[in-house]
């Protein structure tokens, strides 16, 4: 049996800002999450994706995002060879569009096939993402 992709977490001081950037630019809905003794926000897309954010412990040893960075990392022309999450969009230059309107940094490029276009940034946590023209392969 294969393995399947259950969710992907990231973590946040603000968990509620976070959330409302993924609402607001995917279209996640919310959805009952269990309670724990810290914030957990779980969001879902579609009927399969679940992206869960988790309060940051103040008192964890592990690193911070990219945006505490002040190197190169925090450019988004870096994000092509980075790590990244990606979506596919089905109306590339208007949700491209939507992203500007709002003020959000972006590079865009097009693969060397002339036909995908990709779109990288960050979200508010400084978490790298993709927005791609091609649909996902199955």
């Avoid at 879902?44 to 964890?60: A, M, Q, T, V, W």
């Avoid at 990392?73 to 990606?86: E, M, Y």
């Avoid at 979200?123 to 023209?133: A, T």
């Amino acid at each position: 049996m294969a393995a399947i992709l259950n969710h992907v977490s990231r973590e946040s001081p603000d968990i509620k800002r976070l959330a409302n950037f993924y609402i607001e630019i995917f279209g996640f809905e919310q959805v009952e999450s269990p309670r724990f003794d810290f914030g957990v926000i779980w969001l879902k897309l579609g009927s399969s994706l679940f992206l869960h954010l988790i309060e940051r412990d103040p008192n964890s040893k592990l690193p911070e995002g990219p945006s505490s960075a002040t190197s190169a990392v925090s450019d988004p022309k870096n994000l092509p060879r980075g790590h990244h999450v990606c979506f596919s969009v089905p109306d590339f230059d208007s949700f491209v569009q939507s992203l500007k309107e709002k003020g959000i940094e972006i590079h865009e490029r097009t693969q060397p096939d002339g036909k995908t276009k990709q779109a990288f940034f960050f979200d508010p946590d400084g978490n790298g993402l993709e927005v791609s023209s091609q649909p996902p392969f199955f």
